[in-house]
């Protein structure tokens, strides 16, 4: 009956335990699309003016130039609100 018992015991140990996975995570410190071409060019900011994604981190996908510098904003609408007042949010971003 011991041995029986013992058994049991062992068995259910044995299904219970579990061995880890062995997970490997590459953390990436950067999240921009290398094959996207407006990645590679070189804007007057590093920070989207409108909704403050950092453009550097996560890319571009849209652009615009004023005053003959081009800047970078992570979508058509933030670029859009931009040129409806760019002067207010050049000033913002120098304070």
């Not at 011991?2 to 490997?24: D, G, Q, R, W």
């Not at 920070?47 to 800047?71: E, N, P």
Request: hydrophobic share 35%; aromatic share 12%.
């Amino acid at each position: 009956m011991k041995k029986i018992i013992y058994l049991l015991c062992l068995a259910a140990f044995m299904s219970c335990h579990k061995k880890e996975a062995s997970v490997t995570v590459k953390e990436s410190t950067s999240l921009i699309d290398p094959k996207n071409p407006l990645n590679q060019l070189k804007y007057a900011n590093k920070i989207d003016f409108y909704c403050k994604m950092d453009i550097t981190k996560y890319g571009v996908s849209d652009t615009a130039v004023y005053k003959g510098k081009l800047y970078g904003f992570c979508a058509k609408m933030c670029k859009d609100e931009f040129k409806k007042n760019p002067e207010m949010y050049l000033q913002k971003n120098q304070n």
